[in-house]
């Protein structure tokens, strides 16, 4: 029994001791980025853990640097979020919409449309990039916020999550929803999207996430300082300033930090809809 009791113990220890070393090889990328753009200039990229600590990098972002002219950071900043959040917002609104429909709804040609959003699933987006950047330009958008935010404003991926989860939930309620008067739109907003909470979590991180990183679309559609947004910002600090690596690590850091502060508050929320998502 003693030595029963002691081997499980060992492999207990070596299982947590494993877990610990893979948390830290991946954590350690993040750490070092955050560690670095607070370190001072000269141990930046010098040693694995800096020892001597300075908000210089900061400062040179939000000062312009030798060139004295201040890169526009909060305006980019501010971009990034309203454009994310318009984007996230359209994405989720015509997802939900079309998901009650191919789930719920029968109507002609339901199953071909189904479809087309799977094939169209696995369709490179990338070949459809001059088509819409013409688009753009035609209808006058080009430099503004409408050609960051409309043609974003579409996610099939989140339109095929909505769907299977739809799907799973029983007709009993919404029967029982139009013998009380209900109308679809009623239907949707009071019963199907309270039900998908946990899926909502999981879809809206997604999105979220997807849009704030955007880079190609963004760095494309706007050339106006003023509409830049912070990864545009940031990707064009890697040509002048690459010899300034402490302000490159202190971007990326404000570039992640909101996702990785909506994680922590929408943590619980994402666990439990990637366990009915897996489902």
Known sequence: MVGSKNNKR???????????I???????????????????????????????YTLQSYSWLFTGGESGIARPWL????????????STALMMLFA????????????????????????????????????SFLIIQKLGWYDTYWALIIPKGMSLW????????????????IEAAK????????ILYRVMIPMSKSITSVIFLFLLMERWTELLWDMIMVQNDNMLTLNVLLSQMFG??????????AGSVLL???????????????????????K
């Open 22 to 52: 893979l948390l830290l090889v991946m954590v350690y990328p993040y750490l070092y980025m955050v560690l670095n753009s607070f370190a001072d200039w000269k141990q930046v990229d010098k040693k694995l853990i800096p020892t001597s």
């Open 96 to 131: 939900v919409m079309v998901a009650y429909a191919l789930s719920k709804l029968k109507f002609r040609g339901r199953d071909t449309v189904n479809n087309f959003i799977l094939f169209h699933m696995f369709f490179p987006s990338i070949i459809l990039l001059i088509p």
């Open 10 to 20: 060992t492999r207990l220890v070596i299982l947590y001791s494993l877990a610990s």
């Open 179 to 186: 013998l009380d008067g209900a109308k679809d739109f009623q």
């Open 158 to 173: 989140a339109i095929f999550m909505y769907t299977n989860f739809f799907k799973a939930v029983p007709t009993v309620f």
């Open 240 to 249: 002048p300033y690459a010899t300034y690596p402490g302000p490159l690590y």
């Open 256 to 278: 992640s930090l909101p996702i990785i502060i909506l994680f922590i508050i929408f943590g619980k929320n994402f666990q439990q809809g990637m366990q009915v998502s897996l």
């Open 75 to 86: 305006g980019a900043f501010f971009n990034s979020v309203i454009v994310s959040l318009a």
